[in-house]
T-cell receptor
Framework: NAGVTQTPKFRVLKTGQSMTLLCAQD?????MYWYRQDPGMGLRLIHY???????AKGEVPDGYNVSRLKKQNFLLGLESAAPSQTSVYFC????????????????FGPGTRLTVT | AQSVAQPEDQVNVAEGNPLTVKCTYS??????LFWYVQYPNRGLQFLLK??????LVKGSYGFEAEFNKSQTSFHLKKPSALVSDSALYFC?????????????FGTGTRLTVIP
């Protein structure tokens, strides 16, 4: 199993350009997440999805859009990139918190390093 | 509001010595707490969690964490540090408001184990 994979690994954009980051997981997880990691700020949740066709805003959603058309994929879009979106982006997935012994932990991809100039 | 705090940006420890990475939390209700580790240029890896039960939780790679309700702490510990333990460590708390598995992360503590 590949786990959680992210494409691309690196990207440089000019201000105003758009791009889409792709996350794929092969663990049949219902829930998926997008985080950004900035120095001294830890990870902050951008958007998340609790199932195919559903998305919701996290802590820092402005400037980003997401789509979950297939259970295994979660796309993060930047319509008009800004220098403030320079960051490392992580995708994660998990099972839903259900059952007798729910599993709450998330599984992370390797990250995408995005620079906006 | 739920949050975790990691008071130390950097922890240095000699190889073979015990290590502690500190975390305190602020939640309403019972906390669900986690530790993750991030090696250079990698994603986060799950180490251990506290949901309920025994206050001492054992996890991967010989790490353990002690949940202390009175001090609202969840410190990560290891009896004997290895150079390979050098990494960035994050404490996290589950967001109980949404019903999803969303996590609030601390700012991270960089652990350096000195040979």
């Amino acid at each position: 199993n590949a786990g959680v994979t992210q494409t691309p690994k690196f990207r440089v954009l000019k201000t105003g350009q758009s791009m889409t980051l792709l996350c794929a997981q092969d663990m049949n997880h219902e829930y998926m997440y997008w985080y950004r990691q900035d120095p001294g700020m830890g990870l902050r949740l951008i958007h998340y999805s609790v199932g195919e066709g559903t998305t919701a805003k996290g802590e820092v959603p402005d400037g980003y859009n997401v789509s979950r058309l297939k259970k295994q994929n979660f796309l993060l879009g930047l319509e008009s990139a800004a220098p403030s979106q320079t960051s490392v982006y992580f995708c994660a997935s998990s099972y839903p918190p259900t059952g007798v012994f729910p599993l709450y932990e998330q599984y992370f991809g390797p990250g995408t390093r995005l620079t906006v100039t | 509001a739920q949050s975790v705090a990691q008071p130390e940006d950097q922890v240095n420890v000699a190889e073979g010595n015990p290590l502690t990475v500190k975390c305190t939390y602020s939640v309403s209700g019972n906390p669900y707490l986690f530790w993750y580790v991030q090696y250079p240029n990698r994603g986060l890896q799950f180490l251990l969690k506290y949901i309920t039960g025994d206050n001492l939780v054992k996890g991967s790679y010989g790490f353990e964490a002690e949940f202390n309700k009175s001090q609202t702490s969840f410190h990560l510990k290891k009896p004997s540090a290895l150079v390979s333990d050098s990494a960035l460590y994050f404490c996290a708390v589950r967001d109980r408001a949404t019903g999803a598995n969303n996590l609030f992360f601390g700012t991270g503590t960089r652990l350096t184990v000195i040979p």
